[in-house]
């Protein structure tokens, strides 16, 4: 048996091995795709008819069988339906006063200098007064993030996991990451932005209600409230007051059917979750079964929160916060109740692999029982079905995606 819990080709019967093979040449195939889809876009950002026209001949050795998936296509119209009620709010904003009118061209301009910024870990909190840079990175990431979500999570379901060479050890370990996903009431976004990632979640919880699918073991414990589905979304950024020109009009459209309460504070993943009063708020919320005093922290906390929180979501913060966010991590970890989950996708996995050796180096120094870890991982990337060496590399077909379940 593999160290990563996979069996080896001399465990697989004839007919493992012939899937394996398979899903290697489709990984490659897939490899070969995405790279020539990025010279695509980059030829027709310059103009280049040629290298356009040579890279649309080349994409067509390397065209993969499209399989309609029916809870993909119900989740995207699900996260297409909200942002197009967003986009409408804001229009309607824009007319009815003098919120912002400049043209998308603008607005996609602006957003991307605010991108660049927080790509490279430089962003200052003035820059999130532009309204526009705003309004920009809601329009070119707002499904493009929810659906990284939800298609990261998918890659749990049931039928995924049985039509893989897992062995036993393996399987049991993404099938008790699915039972929990399946159980999610409260949610947390740290380093929300406008929202995406738990619409992303709710988008996956809908598909889910919709097909009342059953778990590993047969069961079919998703029973949900008849009209929302979750209890509660804390929504967290270090620029929230900025980013509140757009939650506001989310909160509004999510209240009303989707979910009971959602909350909105402050945080800053290179302080303290512990000791700095500038994560006070955020503190009461992400951990309140520790936090003796909740409900004289804010007026704004959420009932549902006391419950304590099922998922917490790390979106593309770990990368613009550059090796500042470990002792926040830390704290958060040893806070969160047993069995809560933790997302965390980046543009590269390298600070992911950060979490992994942290929890490696907690063992090694003798932090936890040498037998037992705190949390148990699962790539939710391109990598998720590839062994050990490949997950430890950063080469991703797109973001690196990590799912940590509390275990102790």
């Not at 993969?64 to 029916?70: K, R, S």
């Not at 919320?285 to 929160?305: E, T, Y």
Request: with cysteine.
């Amino acid at each position: 048996m593999t160290p990563s819990g996979r069996r080896s080709n001399k465990e697989l019967t004839a007919e493992e091995r012939k899937r394996k093979n398979e899903l290697k040449k489709e990984f490659k195939a897939k490899q070969k795709r995405a790279k020539l889809e990025a010279r695509l876009r980059h030829a027709i950002s310059r103009k280049d008819e040629r290298v356009e026209r040579e890279t649309r001949l080349l994409l067509g050795n390397y065209v993969l069988e499209e399989v309609v998936d029916e809870n993909e296509t119900s989740a995207r119209a699900f996260v297409l339906n909200l942002y197009t009620s967003l986009k409408q709010r804001q229009r309607a904003m824009s007319e009815s006063c003098n919120f912002s009118k400049m043209s998308k061209e603008i607005q996609s301009s602006e957003a991307v200098h605010l991108l660049r910024h927080m790509t490279k870990g430089t962003q200052m909190k003035n820059m999130f007064d532009n309204k526009d840079a705003l309004w920009g990175y809601t329009r070119q990431k707002f499904q493009e993030r929810s659906l990284l979500v939800y298609k990261s999570m998918s890659k749990l379901r049931p039928d995924k996991i049985n039509s893989l060479c897992l062995d036993q050890q393996e399987a049991q370990r993404r099938c008790k990451a699915w039972e929990a996903i399946t159980e999610i009431r409260n949610v947390c976004s740290i380093g929300c932005g406008p929202g995406c990632d738990a619409v992303g979640v709710l988008a996956l919880l809908q598909t889910i209600a919709k097909s009342s699918e059953t778990g590993c073991n047969g069961s079919n414990d998703n029973v949900r409230d008849k009209d929302k589905l979750l209890g509660s979304v804390c929504l967290l950024d270090w620029a929230i007051d900025q980013w509140s020109t757009i939650l506001n009009i989310l909160k509004e459209l999510l209240a009303t059917t989707l979910v009971k309460e959602i909350c909105c504070s402050s945080c800053d993943i290179t302080k303290s979750l512990i000791h700095d009063n500038f994560n006070l708020k955020a503190r009461a919320l992400m951990c309140p079964l520790s936090s003796a005093n909740i409900n004289k922290s804010s007026g704004d906390d959420c009932k549902q929160c006391q419950d304590g929180i099922d998922l917490y979501l790390f979106s593309y913060i770990l990368t613009e916060t550059r090796d500042k966010w470990q002792n926040f991590w830390n704290e958060l970890v040893d806070k969160a109740k047993p069995n809560a989950l933790f997302y965390i996708a980046e543009p590269t996995p390298w600070q992911i692999h950060k979490i992994i050796s942290m929890e490696e180096e907690r063992k090694t120094c003798g932090k936890v029982d040498d037998e037992a870890s705190r949390l148990e991982f699962i790539w939710l990337d391109s990598s998720i079905d590839q062994p050990a060496a490949v997950q430890a590399l950063n080469g991703r077909l797109g973001p690196g995606v990590l799912l940590a379940r509390k275990v102790i």
